[in-house]
């Protein structure tokens, strides 16, 4: 895994691999931030990496956030900068903390961040995302609503209480076996 997402190379550490290996997640995570920290996107990568760690603030209230369009991680980053309605005040807290806390500790390590491509903000978490999930990237299989050919090769389905047809394609942050 430390070789596919470029930290590991030829068994040594790369520059990367220290970047990622200064943050206290899992190098996943460690992945998306720094990769985030080089787009110009720290907040917004920072955030998706707290949100992927902790407990879902708004678990109980996903039926909402499906019907508003926020049952995602790029919408729950948006509700994380606006009003918290419906999400658990305690789980909220914890995950604003984990987040300003990777903001501070990749600034301290790597400098105030990359430049922006001038691509928007989304777009640059979502290939942060790709950096630390390489083998979870999904492509929605013809005919089929919510199933996915992962690039690892793999099957995966969204859950039958999600979306009834899914994007074309989607990073898969979370992964629970079928049974």
Do not use: N
Not at 52 to 72: H, M
Not at 149 to 168: F, T, Y
């Amino acid at each position: 895994l430390l070789t596919r997402l470029g930290a590991l190379a030829s068994g040594g550490i790369t520059p990367f691999g220290r970047a990622v290996a200064a943050l206290p997640v899992h190098p996943r995570l460690g992945c998306v931030v720094v990769a985030g920290h080089r787009s110009g996107c720290l907040a917004k990568a920072a955030a998706a990496a707290a949100l992927a760690s902790e407990r879902d603030p708004w678990e109980r209230a996903s039926g909402a956030l499906q019907s508003a369009g926020q049952d995602d991680l790029l919408g729950r980053i948006a509700l994380l900068e606006g009003p918290s309605s419906g999400a658990d005040p305690g789980a909220l807290r914890a995950v604003l903390r984990v987040r300003d806390q990777l903001i501070d500790v990749a600034r301290r390590g790597l400098g105030e961040g990359g430049r922006g491509s001038g691509r928007d903000a989304e777009d640059g978490v979502i290939d942060a995302l790709i950096m630390g999930f390489p083998d979870r990237v999904a492509l929605r299989r013809t005919g089929s609503g919510g199933r996915y050919l992962l690039s690892s090769g793999i099957g995966a389905a969204l859950p039958r209480d999600g979306l009834a047809v899914g994007p074309e394609c989607l990073v898969a942050i979370s992964i629970q076996p079928l049974g």
